[in-house]
T-cell receptor, first 110, second 113 residues
Framework: TQLLEQSPQFLSIQEGENLTVYCNSS?????LQWYRQEPGEGPVLLVT?????EVKKLKRLTFQFGDARKDSSLHITAAQPGDTGLYLC??????????FGAGTTVTVRA | NAGVTQTPKFQVLKTGQSMTLQCAQD?????MSWYRQDPGMGLRLIHY???????DQGEVPNGYNVSRSTTEDFPLRLLSAAPSQTSVYFC????????????FGEGSWLTVV
């Protein structure tokens, strides 16, 4: 059973469209991270959120941590082909164990 | 600065064989970990270490051993490979877990036949 549920599992959109990826859990996390992974490479950290209700922006990417610190979302505005990849959320509970979601595969078509 | 280095990149093993996946980091990180990544399953923690001489089990430790004799190295040993261990393995390191950046290696593709 996945501690963190990501949805959708797959997302294919046209360049210029917006998209949102969700990460949900029944557990409370002290922090939540988002990673992007490209084929043949390891995941690369995009952002860490630690406060309930926190919103962080990274250029066209907006990350939100739920008020109860059980869920998070990643919104991409005007997606570009370079945004293609596997997006992973990961929750930390302060016990040295980071739990990952199964990931959302995003494909942006030119 | 090499970051996290994993070897080998690709390996094919026969059932029952043993092997070691090597991992080294040059960032003086105390925390190191091994994950396996399978389709639809995300990354699952195998073993982790919070410093030299200290290791602990993660979510899926069975069939794997680790040791941490130095801060830099954290090898993962498969004692008797099974087809269920066919996966992509990632080593990672960070100053701590949760709020700090975790740096991942490029992965090791292991096939057990």
């Amino acid at each position: 059973t996945q501690l963190l549920e990501q949805s959708p599992q797959f997302l294919s959109i046209q360049e210029g469209e917006n998209l949102t990826v969700y990460c949900n859990s029944s557990s409370v996390f002290s922090s939540l991270q988002w990673y992007r992974q490209e084929p043949g490479e390891g995941p690369v950290l995009l952002v860490t959120v630690v406060t309930g209700g926190e919103v962080k922006k990274l250029k066209r990417l907006t990350f939100q941590f739920g008020d109860a610190r059980k869920d998070s979302s990643l919104h991409i505005t005007a997606a570009q082909p370079g945004d293609t990849g596997l997006y992973l959320c990961a929750g930390g509970a302060g016990d040295y164990k980071l739990s990952f979601g199964a990931g959302t595969t995003v494909t942006v078509r030119a | 600065n090499a970051g996290v280095t994993q070897t080998p990149k690709f390996q094919v093993l026969k059932t029952g064989q043993s092997m070691t996946l090597q991992c080294a980091q040059d960032m003086n990180h105390e925390y190191m970990s091994w994950y396996r990544q399978d389709p639809g399953m995300g990354l699952r923690l195998i073993h982790y270490s919070v410093g030299a001489g200290i290791t602990d089990q993660g979510e899926v430790p069975n069939g794997y051993n680790v040791s941490r004799s130095t801060t830099e190295d954290f090898p993962l040993r498969l004692l008797s490979a099974a087809p269920s261990q066919t996966s992509v393995y990632f080593c990672a390191s960070s100053y701590s877990v949760g709020r700090n950046t975790i740096y991942f290696g490029e992965g090791s593709w292991l096939t057990v036949v």
